[in-house]
């Protein structure tokens, strides 16, 4: 996992936001051997972990980098009550909260389907490989499915030992 996605995360926790881990992260915290380019979390989309996910990014320049102009990250309370997906451009990388994963569902369902994955930069929930399968397919890209079949993969290797 890049040192980019270690610090976003290891922020993330010190602030108490709600999270689970998902995409590609994810999947390389499973063992799949693919490069990923941004952070991918479900979270809760409540106005206090909204302001959490906030103050944990709020020194690294983070912008709205899917609106035109890209729009720094500022919250009205009239924002924070529409918002169902941010995707933020930080000094250390993307980080893309989702208020729902496709396969799974809204982040009650997520976490449900999560595991705690502990490391040395904290301990972390992340979507279960089966969930990880899933929600890859339901998406469907051809990334994905590249990823479905190493997951796959891991999967067998896991269950035959």
């Known amino acids: ?3 980019s996605d270690k610090a976003l995360l290891t922020r993330l926790n010190e602030h108490g936001v709600e999270f689970v881990i998902i995409g590609g992260v994810c999947g390389v915290l499973h063992g799949v ?3 990923t380019f941004d952070l991918d979390v479900c979270c809760p989309f409540s106005p206090g972990n909204l302001r959490r996910i906030e103050a944990a990014v709020k020194d690294l320049h983070p912008y709205h980098r899917l609106t035109p102009g890209k729009l ?3 919250f009205s309370d009239n924002l ?3 918002l169902k997906n941010l995707y933020l451009q930080t000094d250390l990388g993307k980080l893309d909260c989702l208020s729902e994963v496709k396969g ?3 982040y009650h369902d997520v976490f449900n389907s999560s595991e705690l994955h502990n490391t040395s930069h904290g301990k972390f929930h992340m979507l279960s490989l089966d969930a990880l399968i899933a929600a890859k397919e339901a998406v469907g890209r051809a990334r994905d499915l590249t990823a ?3 997951l796959r993969a891991i999967k067998e290797r896991k269950e035959g030992s």
């Open 1 to 3: 996992m890049p040192q």
């Open 33 to 35: 051997p693919l490069v």
């Open 72 to 74: 720094p990250l500022e």
């Open 80 to 82: 924070v009550a529409r």
């Open 104 to 106: 799974i569902g809204d």
């Open 148 to 150: 479905v079949k190493l």
